[in-house]
């Protein structure tokens, strides 16, 4: 059964997305319980040398909960989608789409954790995962997300992100018009004309990152002369992609869900 998820972004640009395997999936899932346990020991230790056994006790099950719930939707939305398990694992939770994952659906698919570990570890959610020929378990089913090996194109996205830490475009104004003027589908756009960018021939990529950058010099009443197409292109796509203030129409952050893919 072929198992490879393929999107056709509105420019007909291919984007495939490789599902990860049980076999690496359960190996994250028992690093990040190593370490939740760990934090969750210490934290034990560290209470009871501090205060009488009943408070102790009490402060310990209410951050353990915290703990144990709150651990994968922090590393989910905060680090692209990788707890430390899943890095460990050269793995990756992404939107079904294969845009970063919402605050949204990491809680949900991680409350579904409750279902999918019954009756015992993990044994619901394994056998839907072998059903769903994207391997997905109930919570990810439900929530519209999709664990993957961790791929090139996203890889590439994160240094792109990283390597404009001091984005220009980074300033209230841009990110508020961002926010409101550029829907799912141009953010499509965006992140696939920057990952085949070095496809093209020299003269087609500068044509059409000139032709694009000046769309959005325009749509987003940006007045930088020095900023080359591409450059534009490039800084945008890194500040959608990455930063965890844009919501724009239509994104993972603020669309209603469709339904599961």
Request: proline residues 5%.
């Given at each position: 059964m072929r198992r490879e998820r393929l999107i056709l972004t509105p420019e007909h640009v291919e984007i495939r997305l490789q599902p990860a395997g049980p076999g690496s999936r359960f190996v994250a899932l028992i690093t990040d319980a190593v370490v939740v346990l760990a934090m969750s020991t210490s934290l034990a230790t560290l209470l009871r040398g501090l205060l009488p056994p009943g408070l102790a006790g009490a402060l310990w099950a209410t951050a353990s909960f915290i703990l144990t719930w709150g651990y994968h939707v922090y590393f989910e939305v905060r680090h692209e989608g990788r707890s430390p398990g899943k890095r460990a694992s050269g793995l990756r939770v992404v939107d079904g789409r294969g845009l970063p994952i919402s605050v949204e659906q990491s809680f949900v698919r991680n409350v579904l954790r409750i279902l999918d570990a019954a009756p015992l570890f993990y044994g619901l959610g394994a056998f839907a995962c072998q059903l769903d020929r994207h391997r997905r378990r109930l919570g990810d089913i439900a929530a519209d997300t999709l664990v993957i090996q961790d791929g090139r194109a996203f890889a590439q996205v994160a240094q792109l992100a990283r390597s404009r830490e001091y984005n220009?475009?980074?300033?209230?104004?841009?990110?508020?018009?961002?926010?409101?003027?550029?829907?799912?589908?141009?953010?499509?756009?965006?992140?696939?004309?920057?990952?085949?960018?070095?496809?093209?021939?020299?003269?087609?990529?500068?044509?059409?990152?000139?032709?694009?950058?000046?769309?959005?010099?325009?749509?987003?009443?940006?007045?930088?002369?020095?900023?080359?197409?591409?450059?534009?292109?490039?800084?945008?796509?890194?500040?959608?992609?990455?930063?965890?203030?844009?919501?724009?129409?239509?994104?993972?952050?603020?669309?209603?869900?469709?339904?599961?893919?």
């Amino acid at each position: 059964m072929r198992r490879e998820r393929l999107i056709l972004t509105p420019e007909h640009v291919e984007i495939r997305l490789q599902p990860a395997g049980p076999g690496s999936r359960f190996v994250a899932l028992i690093t990040d319980a190593v370490v939740v346990l760990a934090m969750s020991t210490s934290l034990a230790t560290l209470l009871r040398g501090l205060l009488p056994p009943g408070l102790a006790g009490a402060l310990w099950a209410t951050a353990s909960f915290i703990l144990t719930w709150g651990y994968h939707v922090y590393f989910e939305v905060r680090h692209e989608g990788r707890s430390p398990g899943k890095r460990a694992s050269g793995l990756r939770v992404v939107d079904g789409r294969g845009l970063p994952i919402s605050v949204e659906q990491s809680f949900v698919r991680n409350v579904l954790r409750i279902l999918d570990a019954a009756p015992l570890f993990y044994g619901l959610g394994a056998f839907a995962c072998q059903l769903d020929r994207h391997r997905r378990r109930l919570g990810d089913i439900a929530a519209d997300t999709l664990v993957i090996q961790d791929g090139r194109a996203f890889a590439q996205v994160a240094q792109l992100a990283r390597s404009r830490e001091y984005n220009s475009l980074r300033v209230p104004r841009v990110l508020r018009l961002m926010r409101h003027r550029i829907s799912l589908e141009e953010r499509e756009f965006l992140l696939s004309l920057t990952l085949r960018a070095e496809e093209l021939s020299p003269q087609a990529r500068f044509d059409l990152m000139e032709q694009v950058g000046a769309h959005y010099r325009s749509l987003l009443e940006i007045d930088d002369p020095r900023l080359s197409g591409e450059n534009l292109v490039k800084g945008l796509t890194a500040l959608l992609f990455w930063e965890r203030r844009i919501g724009p129409r239509g994104t993972a952050a603020g669309r209603k869900r469709v339904g599961a893919a």
